[in-house]
């Protein structure tokens, strides 16, 4: 168990804003930062970090709380692991007791799969390190490659020796279960026999956004022709190749810092690359690119780089990686290296400069490389050169933004010498026949008497729970607040008749709040907002200083939810750019007594109105007593009539 003096000091280093710019771009929107939904497929920001509050919202998911339900939602990490993560990342020494193998085997699943993941990484390094065979056989090759000892160190580079099962009977040793081994592919059970999968091969850990060990990759160092060159771990509760890119963990910074990424091929590119100085660079090892990748890398930028071999046919292959980075939206540019050469070798032999300067210089557009490339094969063939313009047009239509469309069809007209309107026509062409495809109707020309299909109605709103949200809000953002408020008393005149006076009162906001909701006797219909009233009030009367971001941290994580909500809606017209779009949102801060008396006054004239309607149905009663009935609701309607015209004032 992590020590409760631990977690407070966790909760009381971290920095939101540091954390989750760890994983996705941020960028400062007033007093706030936004950026895109790590969450969910978007081209729009409608992710909202604010550092005064130490609180996030994802509008478009739904998400939201502080630092350690960012891990917990973005990581998939368990509680500890997420304050033991952010122990590590400033520096906090974490006290707890020592796990013991009971608890080892207790742990969850996907935890235990991290577990013995991670045993393995440094089970490989210690065997490379420290036995004679690792030292000459793992050790050596990548010293042979180049590395060094701090590169080798800082991918946690491995040998698992030639022994069937030295893993294996290491790890059940320790107290891990086979169960586990299995599942991450790091043992294979066949009948009673147990061997290592990457048994005589180099190791190179694959790991997450933030470190963990998901699997491994392992490079056979001897020729055989019946065993593969590379090897990785098989697809595990904890790792999908097609959702992982090797080195992200170390790229990511870098990439949001240069606002580019580099992707490669194979690890070892990733390494050199990352040793002579360029360290923005990732690589999908060895598999074709998936949509889940791209999207990897359009949280942190949306520019990308795809660098090839010099080998042609390789290219060929590759190139259609490039048409799924555009329909992501991205920026795509292309470089490839001279024949014979890849990004491990060219790296090796040049300094960072030389390489900087290699990349700028050869990085084409992607439609200036594809012409090219496709118009050598082409060679003049009249047949040929369609067929390229077509693949070039196909990619184009890829390209979700209208206006990037435009621009590369005027590109592809100068370069490749044929008029715009027939590339017009053929991307129209294209789209038409993917809509067919997708189940559409093709796009029409628009009519000019279309006839207007009618609205639908927009969802019932239920009043009550919005003005019960409402209150919570104003005690959240500004509860401890002194201000004015203009307050009406009901009075009675000589003649009998009831109005309203008018007195100016001054007076904390949870005061008013609480004295308003206690002269009327009125309950939250919404259970988890009396809760969460009856715990803010509480702790405004015995706390001198109501501090938002230690509320969130202590509450229920299902309620923590909604009151990140709350706090973060207020902050939502912040990703719209109103101020530089001239548009002046009015500070609530100014018009804090308006907002308290329009809110209260609303939710009373909504009590009598609920009240007048169940006194209607209690006239239904043969047995109840009309006319005090209609008294009282004439009476009801009248204070209503009074509340009316003093809440038009009020909004006025």
Known sequence: MISKDTIEQVFETARVEEVIGDFVVLKKSGSNYKGLSPFSEERSPSFMVSPVKQIWKDFSSGKGGNSITFLMEHE????????????????????????????????????????????ASKYFQKI??????????????????GFTDDIIKTFNL????????????????????????????????????????????????????????????????VTDKKAAKYLNSPESEIYHKSKVLYGLYHAKQTIAKEDNCYLVEGYTDVIQFYQTGIKNVV???????????????????????????????????????????????????????????????????????????????????????????????????????????????????????????????QECSRIMDISEEVLFDTLAQIGNKDAQAAGKKPKEAKKTFDVVKPTPQAPKIDVQFVLERKIIEILLLYGNMETDFEDSVLKESDAGELGLENIIQTAKVHEKVYLDL???????????????????????????EFSTTKFVNQLDQSIALEVTTILMDDERHSLHDWQRNNIEAKAKEDTVGQLVTQTILSLRCLLIDKRVVEFQKETLNPDSSSINIMEDVKDYLKLKMLLSRKLGKVIG
């Open 76 to 119: 998939h990490f368990t509680y500890p692991e997420a304050i033991k993560y952010l122990a590590k990342k400033y520096n906090i020494e974490i006290e707890e007791t020592e796990q013991t193998n009971e608890q080892k085997e207790a742990a969850d699943e996907r935890e235990s799969m991290y577990l013995v993941s991670e045993f």
């Open 128 to 145: 490379m390190h420290k036995t004679d065979q690792g030292q000459a056989i793992g050790l050596g090759y990548f010293k042979e490659r």
């Open 158 to 221: 491995g040998y698992s020796s030639e022994e069937w099962q030295g893993l294996t009977d290491e790890a059940l040793k320790e107290g891990y279960k086979i169960e586990f081994l299995e599942k991450t592919g790091l043992t294979i059970v066949k009948g009673e026999k147990r061997f290592d999968r990457f048994k005589g091969r180099v190791i190179f850990p694959i790991q997450s956004m933030s470190g963990r060990v998901l699997g491994f990759g392992g490079r056979i160092l």
């Open 283 to 409: 690589s999908s090892s060895g598999t074709a690119l998936t949509p889940d990748q791209i999207r990897l890398v359009n949280r942190l930028t949306n520019n990308i780089t795809v660098l090839f071999d010099g080998d042609a046919a390789g290219m060929r292959a590759s190139i259609r990686g490039i048409d799924l980075i555009l329909e992501q939206g991205m920026n795509v540019k292309v470089c490839s290296f001279p024949e014979g050469e890849d990004p491990d070798s060219f790296a090796k032999q040049n300094t960072k400069e030389e390489l900087e300067e290699f990349l700028k210089s050869n990085s084409k557009d992607f439609i200036q490389f594809k012409a090219g490339l496709l118009v050598k094969e082409a060679n003049n063939d009249p047949i040929k050169k369609a067929e390229t313009i077509r693949e070039i047009v196909n990619s184009i239509s890829k390209i979700p933004d209208q206006i990037k469309r435009e621009i590369y069809v």
């Open 518 to 544: 206690q002269q009327d006797e009125m309950q939250f219909a919404n259970g988890n907002f009396q809760a969460l009233y009856n715990e803010i009030i509480t702790r405004f009367n015995q706390e001198e």
